[in-house]
């Protein structure tokens, strides 16, 4: 079963600009990850940020956690065509394995 | 970041057969490894936990005799779909938990069932 939504389901924008993707969960949450995966590939690991931080930055990607309203962000500044792809956010429940739950994704597409 | 290989990348089978996929994570030891399937356009859905040197735990819904996993060693986990069928068609992925919680995804593997 899916954890939560992703906001919006696709966005396109221009080189330079930046793109905000929003995801929100269900349930309480030991972590949460988000993942890129170009077409047709495996996922790449992003960052991960814990239910204690509220932001976490990593080069041109800010993320932002708001347990309150089971909801996080991600931001990328200045994008690129090369961050054309799908973003998934996926909530980690802390446990013996750290089962990942993955939200619904978010397809972006950066025009040159 | 950690490396995690899958294999084969793509096969084509009849219905009725079965088939071996490999997950290898090929730089450090991962006593959890997961798999899941993705549809078109889809999400990834979470088929299994695999557990090494013990039984798989299956999410609800999946059919465990249907899906075998097994999780020989710290590196690999094996995902068989038994007679498969058209409908079993998805791109398959599995990934290694390290030590940070963090998951690596392997390349995934495109099943086609004729």
């Known amino acids: 079963s899916q954890q939560g939504e992703e906001d919006p389901q696709a966005l396109s924008i221009q080189e330079g600009e930046n793109a905000t993707m929003n995801c929100s969960y269900k349930t309480s949450i030991n972590n949460l990850q988000w993942y890129r995966q170009n077409s047709g590939r495996g996922l790449v690991h992003l960052i991960l940020?814990?239910?204690?931080?509220r932001e976490k930055h990593s080069g041109r990607l800010r993320v932002t956690l708001d347990t309150s309203k089971k909801s996080s962000s991600l931001l990328i500044t200045a994008s690129r065509a090369a961050d054309t792809a799908s973003y998934f956010c996926?909530?980690?429940?802390?446990?013996?394995?750290?089962?990942?739950?993955f939200g619904t994704g978010t397809l972006l597409a950066v025009q040159p | 970041g950690a490396v995690v290989s899958q294999h084969p990348s793509w096969v084509i089978c009849k219905s009725g057969t079965s088939v071996k996929i490999e997950c290898r994570s090929l730089d450090f030891q991962a006593t959890t490894m997961f798999w899941y399937r993705q549809f078109p356009k889809q999400s990834l859905m979470l088929m299994a936990t695999s557990n090494e040197g013990s039984k798989a735990t299956y999410e609800q819904g999946v059919e465990k005799d249907k899906f075998l996993i097994n999780h020989a060693s710290l590196t690999l986990s094996t995902l068989t779909v038994t007679s498969a069928h058209p409908e079993d068609s998805s791109f398959y992925i599995c990934?290694?938990?390290?030590?940070?919680?963090?998951?690596?995804f392997g390349p995934g593997t495109r099943l086609t069932v004729l």
């Open positions: 996926a909530t980690g429940d802390g446990g013996a394995t750290n089962k990942l739950i």
């Open positions: 990934s290694a938990r390290s030590v940070a919680d963090t998951q690596y």
């Open positions: 940020i814990r239910s204690n931080e």
